[in-house]
Every structure is written in C-alpha cells, then in structure tokens.
Nanobody
Framework: VQLQASGGGLVQAGGSLRLSCAAS????????MHWFRQAPGREREFVAA????????YYADSVKGRFTISRDNAENTVYLQMNSLKPEDTAVYYC?????????????????WGKGTQVTVSS
C-alpha cells in the first residue's frame, strides 16, 4: 500500500486547511486510516484516526473540536479538515494506515506510512 499526502501549506492562526491522503496498491476499505504529526524536536504524535466499516473516529485531545477526519472509500482517500488552526499545530503531518481496519494512537502499530506534508501556522 502506498500513501500520498497533500494539502499542507502556510496559513495564519485561525485559518483552515484540508489535508488529503490517497491510497493505492491495496484494499483501502480494509485499512484503518490515521494522521500523525511531528514538530521539530518533538516525537511523532497521534492526531486522528478513522476505522473502516462504520468509520468510527478518534482524536487527540489537542485537536478535538477543531479537526475532522473522514474517508471516501470510492476515492481511496482520507481527509483531515483542520479549522481554527493554532501556531502549535505547526508540524509535518503524516498519513498512516493499519491493516484489518483497526485504529491505534501508537505510531509503532502502523503498517504503512506516507511521506509527510508540512503545515505551518503563523501567529
């Protein structure tokens, strides 16, 4: 499975961005899809996840109420809508997938990773 993330950029605080992650080479419907992020000098951290099937969603407390994860199984794509962005959201955002439709907040449990996309929020 190959994952390609896009949609990052520079935005002012309070603004919005939508990240996309296109999957190929596998059965997208069977994957639990995730977003992680890593800021300079910090460990990679969980942001959001969405399971397959009933599409249960999970969020880090730091983004709850501001970010929304969704998936389009017909397009093999997962999205991360980011609203009310803060400077502390600045990071490289990574798309990741877990087999069997599962979800986890632990990056060590991911089976597939895409290259990151930079999100920079200016104050």
């Amino acid at each position: 499975v190959q994952l390609q993330a896009s949609g990052g950029g520079l935005v002012q605080a309070g603004g919005s961005l939508r990240l996309s992650c296109a999957a190929s080479g596998g059965t997208f419907r069977s994957l639990g899809m995730h977003w992680f992020r890593q800021a300079p000098g910090r460990e990679r951290e969980f942001v959001a996840a969405i399971t397959w099937g009933r599409s249960y969603t999970y969020y880090a407390d730091s983004v709850k109420g501001r970010f929304t994860i969704s998936r389009d199984n017909a397009e093999n794509t997962v999205y991360l809508q980011m609203n009310s962005l803060k400077p502390e959201d600045t990071a490289v955002y990574y798309c990741a997938a877990m087999r069997y439709g599962s979800s986890s907040t632990n990056s060590q449990n991911m089976d597939y990773w895409g290259k990151g996309t930079q999100v920079t929020v200016s104050s």
